[in-house]
């Protein structure tokens, strides 16, 4: 599978943004999709993650009850809403995915995912 994420662009602190990721390829539903975050000079981190059950969901604690991620196999896409947006949420976020079985455990590594995006910049300006 192939991914595209895109939205990211520039917001005041406050805002908000959504940002997507597109997949091609066959089977998109079987696949859990995981959205991660740079910033220059830091490792990348764990943003948040839904399962290929639509309910099975998770998030970092610095973005819970901000950020929602959602999905839509029909269009085979994945979308990631955040909401009252800070400056530290300031970097590149990257979509990934990962062909799973139903009861997989909830993801959150980044090594156990398979296919990534190549990344859209998001700039929270204060």
């Known amino acids: 599978v192939q991914l595209q994420a895109s939205g990211g662009g520039l917001v005041q602190a406050g805002g908000s943004l959504r940002l997507s990721c597109a997949a091609s390829?066959?089977?998109?539903?079987?696949?859990?999709v995981g959205w991660f975050r740079r910033v220059p000079g830091k490792e990348r981190e764990f943003v948040a993650v839904?399962?290929?059950?639509?309910?099975?969901?998770d998030y970092a604690d610095s973005v819970k009850g901000r950020f929602t991620i959602s999905r839509d196999n029909d269009k085979k896409t994945v979308y990631l809403q955040m909401n009252s947006l800070k400056v530290e949420d300031t970097a590149v976020y990257y979509c990934?995915?990962?062909?799973?079985?139903?009861?997989?455990?909830?993801?959150?590594?980044?090594?156990?995912?398979?296919?990534w995006g190549q990344g859209t910049l998001v700039t929270v300006s204060s």
């Open positions: 390829g066959h089977s998109f539903s079987r696949y859990a």
């Open positions: 839904i399962m290929r059950s639509v309910g099975r969901v």
């Open positions: 990934a995915a990962r062909n799973t079985i139903v009861s997989h455990p909830i993801i959150v590594r980044e090594e156990d995912y398979n296919y």
